[in-house]
C-alpha cells in the first residue's frame, strides 16, 4: 500500500519533440528492511536492538516487538531523529502498476516508468518511511484516474525490466 502525495503534470523534451507526462510521488510505511537495498548499513545506522530501562528492569517487565525483524533491530537509536534522508539514484524501465479495482482491465499500469527521488524516514517500532516519484506516461483516461487518487492509498507493484538492467542505485555493485 501507498500514499499518492503528489500529482503533477509535466512535458517532457524527447529531442525537439514534446511528450507529456505526469510526476507522482508515493510514500510508503514499511518494516525498516525496506532500507537495505540502499545500503546495506543504513539500517544498524539508525536502528538498534530494543534497551530496557530501569523501570522495566525492576519491574520484570519486557519491551513487546510487534515487528518481524529477524536481528532485532527495531528501536531508533536517535529518537529525535525527524528530518527525511535523501538517497541518491534512479530506477528507469519499470512496470508501475497501480491496482484500482478489482479486475486486471481496472490497474493502471505504466511501462517504462522512471523511479527517483528517494527519501526514507526511521521511524520507531522497526518502521520506516520511503518516499520516491515516478516519472510516467499515462494515457488521458488514465490521468484522470491517477488524478482522483491524490491523498488516497492504493496497492502498486514494481516490475523491474525485461532485461535485468534495472539497479537500485546508479553505480552500485549490487
Not at 501507498?2 to 510514500?27: L, N, Q
Not at 548499513?41 to 530496557?52: D, G, I, M, S, V
Request: cysteine-free.
Amino acid at each position: 500500500m501507498a500514499k499518492i502525495t503528489s500529482v503533477t503534470p509535466i512535458s517532457e523534451k524527447h529531442g525537439k519533440k514534446r511528450i507529456p507526462a505526469h510526476s507522482i510521488i508515493f510514500e510508503i510505511e514499511r518494516e525498516n528492511t525496506i532500507l537495505v537495498p540502499f545500503d546495506s548499513q543504513l539500517r544498524a545506522a539508525f536502528y538498534q536492538k530494543p534497551t530496557r530501562n530501569a523501570e522495566d528492569k525492576k519491574s520484570g517487565q519486557k519491551k513487546l516487538d510487534m515487528t518481524r525483524s529477524n536481528d532485532g533491530l527495531t528501536e531508533l537509536r536517535f529518537p529525535w531523529w525527524s528530518q527525511w534522508i535523501e538517497i541518491p539514484g534512479q530506477l528507469a524501465g519499470y512496470v508501475l502498476r497501480l491496482h484500482t479495482g478489482n479486475t486486471e482491465r481496472s490497474h493502471i499500469i505504466l511501462d517504462d516508468a522512471k523511479l527517483g527521488a528517494f527519501f526514507v524516514l526511521p521511524k520507531d517500532l522497526g518502521m520506516s518511511m520511503l518516499k520516491f516519484k515516478a516519472i510516467a506516461h499515462p494515457t488521458a483516461p488514465e490521468k484522470g484516474k491517477i488524478d482522483e487518487l491524490l491523498q488516497q492509498e492504493v496497492t502498486i507493484s514494481i516490475t523491474p525490466p525485461a532485461d535485468g538492467q534495472g539497479t537500485l542505485i546508479e553505480g552500485s555493485d549490487e
